[in-house]
C-alpha cells in the first residue's frame, strides 16, 4: 500500500518568498539609525549598579530627625565596582517596606553616584539575578528534555525573537519609526524565524506561517478599526503619562496597536503550528479521506483549541491586571462604567482583538494545510475507510471489528426469524 505524499506546493513558496521579500524590505527601510533615543536623566542617575552582601544592620535615630525617627543602618560589602571589597554604609527608614528582607548574608544591588557627596551608593533591591538565571535553567532544561533537537531549536528560535524584539522593535520605535509598522515588520520576522528555527523548513511550517500572518493581519485591522471607534488614545497608564513627561515624543496609541499584535503573535503561532500539525496526522491516518471531511476533521480540532486559548489569553490579560481590577471592584462603580473607562477598554479590546486574530487563524491554516496535503487530481491507492459522502458532522468513531459485526447480524437474524414464527 502506497500512500500519496503532499504536492510542494509552488505557490505557496511564491506566498511565502513574498512575504519575506516584504519583511525584509520592511527591515531595511525601518531599521533604527544607531541613535540611542532621548536622554532621559531620571531613568539613568546611577553611574553604575553593582553586587554588594549585607554585613550588618542596627537601628540608629535617623541623621537630622528627632529621636523618635528610627532608621537602620546597613553596612554592605562591595562584591564589584571600583570600590570593590570595600564596606559601605547607607542609612534606610526602618518602617520602609524597603527594607524587608535586607538581613546579612543577603546580596543586593547599590547604585553607585559619585558625585553626591556622602550618599554615593544608595541601596536599590536584593539581588535575583541568581535564581532567575536557575529558574531559565530549569525551563531551558525541560524544554530539551521533552523536546529533543526540536525544544533546542525552540530556544534558538526563542533567542532570535529576543534579538528582533531589542535590536529592532524597540529601538525603532525609540528612533520614531510607526509604531504599528514597526511592530508588524517585527512579528513577521519573528515569525519566520521562530517557526522555521523549531518546527524546520517544509511545507507543513510554510502552512502555519501563512496562517500565523493571516490571522495577524486579520488582528491589526481590528485593532485599527476598534482602537478608532473607542477613542482610546493610549494615554490613561501611568507608564505613557510618564513617557509623555520625559519628552520622549512617542506615538503612544500606535505604541499599544503595536503591543497588540505582538501580543497576539505567541498565541497564533501556537494554534496554527497545532492545526497544520493535526490535518498532516489525520491525512497520515487515512490518505483516501477526502477533502471535505479532512476539513471538516481539522476544524473540528481547532474549535477545541480555540475554545482553550480564548480563555488562556483572558486569564493571561486578567492576571497581568489583577492589581487594578482589585481597585474597580473596591470602587463600587457599575460594570458599564468600569470597562468605560481608557484603561479597561484598552484590555477588552487588546483581549478580543488577539482572540479573533486566533479564531480567524483557524480556517486560513486548515483550508491551505487541506488543500497542501491533499493535492487535487492525485488519488490514494488505499481504499477510503468512509465514503466521501458520508455524514461526518460528529466526532469519528472506529469502525466496529468485522467478527463482532457479524455477531451483532447473527443475533438480529435470530431475533428476526423468531418473531416470524
Known amino acids: 500500500m502506497r500512500r500519496s505524499k503532499p504536492s510542494r506546493a509552488p505557490g505557496l513558496s511564491l506566498i511565502a518568498g513574498a512575504v519575506a521579500a516584504l519583511t525584509a524590505i520592511g527591515l531595511w527601510a525601518l531599521w533604527p539609525s544607531g541613535d540611542p533615543g532621548p536622554d532621559v536623566p531620571a531613568l539613568a542617575s546611577f553611574e553604575g549598579v553593582y553586587a554588594a552582601t549585607t554585613e550588618e544592620r542596627t537601628e540608629v535615630p535617623c541623621a537630622g530627625a528627632d529621636g523618635s525617627t528610627r532608621c537602620l543602618s546597613v553596612t554592605f560589602r562591595l562584591l564589584d565596582g571600583p570600590d570593590e571589597g570595600t564596606a559601605v554604609t547607607v542609612e534606610l527608614p526602618a518602617n520602609s517596606t524597603r527594607v524587608v528582607g535586607v538581613d546579612p548574608g543577603q546580596r543586593v544591588l547599590l547604585g553607585h ?41 525552540a530556544l534558538v528560535g526563542l533567542l532570535a525573537t529576543l534579538l528582533v524584539l531589542f535590536l529592532f522593535v524597540v529601538p525603532a520605535i525609540l528612533d520614531g519609526r510607526d509604531p504599528l509598522l514597526v511592530s508588524l515588520v517585527g512579528s513577521g520576522a519573528i515569525a519566520f524565524a521562530a517557526l522555521y528555527l523549531s518546527h524546520g523548513v517544509d511545507v507543513k511550517t510554510t502552512v502555519a506561517l501563512i496562517g500565523t500572518l493571516g490571522g495577524l493581519l486579520c488582528a491589526a485591522i481590528l485593532a485599527l478599526v476598534f482602537m478608532g471607534a473607542a477613542e482610546i488614545t493610549g494615554l490613561a497608564s501611568e507608564e505613557a503619562l510618564f513617557l509623555t513627561a520625559l519628552g520622549t515624543d512617542l506615538d503612544l496609541r500606535g505604541l499599544i496597536l503595536g503591543g497588540m499584535m505582538i501580543g497576539a503573535l505567541g498565541a497564533i503561532d501556537d494554534i496554527t503550528v497545532t492545526q497544520a500539525s493535526a490535518v498532516w496526522e489525520l491525512r497520515s491516518v487515512d490518505p483516501a479521506m477526502s477533502r471535505r471531511r479532512l476539513i471538516r476533521s481539522g476544524m473540528r480540532i481547532g474549535r477545541d483549541h480555540v475554545a482553550s486559548t480564548v480563555n488562556t489569553l483572558v486569564l493571561a490579560y486578567a492576571g497581568a491586571s489583577m492589581p487594578l481590577l482589585i481597585l474597580f471592584v473596591l470602587s463600587d462603580q457599575p460594570a458599564g462604567t468600569v470597562a468605560n473607562g481608557e484603561i479597561v477598554a484598552t484590555e477588552i479590546v487588546r483581549t478580543l482583538v488577539g482572540s479573533l486574530g486566533l479564531i480567524a487563524s483557524v480556517p486560513i491554516t486548515t483550508w491551505l494545510a487541506v488543500h497542501v496535503a491533499t493535492p487535487r487530481g492525485k488519488r490514494s491507492r488505499t481504499t477510503p475507510s468512509v465514503p466521501e459522502d458520508a455524514d461526518d458532522t460528529g466526532p469519528e468513531e472506529h469502525p466496529i471489528p468485522e467478527h463482532r459485526r457479524d455477531q451483532w447480524m447473527g443475533l438480529l437474524r435470530s431475533w428476526r426469524r423468531a418473531r416470524r414464527r
Open 113 to 153: 553616584q559619585p558625585d553626591v557627596e556622602g550618599f554615593e551608593y544608595v541601596y536599590l533591591e536584593p539581588d535575583r539575578r541568581s535564581p532567575l538565571l536557575v529558574l531559565a535553567g530549569l525551563f531551558a532544561l525541560a524544554v530539551v528534555a521533552l523536546g529533543g533537537w526540536k525544544g533546542a531549536s
